[in-house]
């Protein structure tokens, strides 16, 4: 190992023009070795993103979109904010859909001690800002929890983000309507990053959808697209709508982290 290769490789990460233009695939954890690690962090780079999701059905397209919706967007954002992107969590807290064929769950209690210690595990890792990047709902409370208590316990810092609660105003802006789960932002996001995991040809139309109940609950949910309002947010399949909507999803993220960041060294937390 020179540490010629060493400084190209921190160079690459660290320049700011290049980095923007560099893909986060040159960013993944799990891709560099000990060495390298140790010369980037802390000292280059600070922060790192960690996705965290589920295996659950959504609508027509594929049982990992929970993961996957994450960690595409891991991917943009970690040139952006100067982050590496850590392997994803892929088995959450899995509910009312957890019936349905080829779904994976685990339960609150669970996750939220295997999350907790992963959190913990990159703090010791050295980096000083951990941000999660929620894809699944239920995954919610127990992720704070997991990093309320890693962050009583070390050095580091921790945001949690859900991207889809961020974005309301955007899935407006571009539908013109409410979304929903499996629902035109969530199936839109896949459809901007993985469009061969979209299979419209199987989406009969709104008895595939139900409005997320008031009043009522239902084990499993009769629909696993469960639209947040009730006549809106139905899954639609225009790649051109889907792209703005990630790249809206991306800028919304990249603003948070950078903003949180930014205020915590500001305050000397
Ligand atoms: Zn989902």
New binding site residues.
Partial sequence: MGRSVLLTLCLMLCAGRIAAQESGRTRLLEELNWLQIRELVPDSIRTVLIAAGTV?P?GVVHNG??NTVPYELALRLAPRVGALVAPTIPYGVTVTLDEYPGTLGIQAHTFEEYAYESLRGLARAGFENVIVLN??GPNGAPLRSAAERAWRETDARFLITEWWSLTADLVQEIWGSEGG??GNN?TGAVLAVRPDLVHPELYTGPEMTTPRGEGWTAYPFPSSVILYREGEGYPEFDEDKARRFFAGVVDRLETLIGDVIAKWDRAGL
Avoid: F, I, P
Wanted: proline share 0%; net charge negative; hydrophobic share 20%.
């Fill in positions: 659950e959504h979109a929970d894809g699944h789960h499996a969530e």
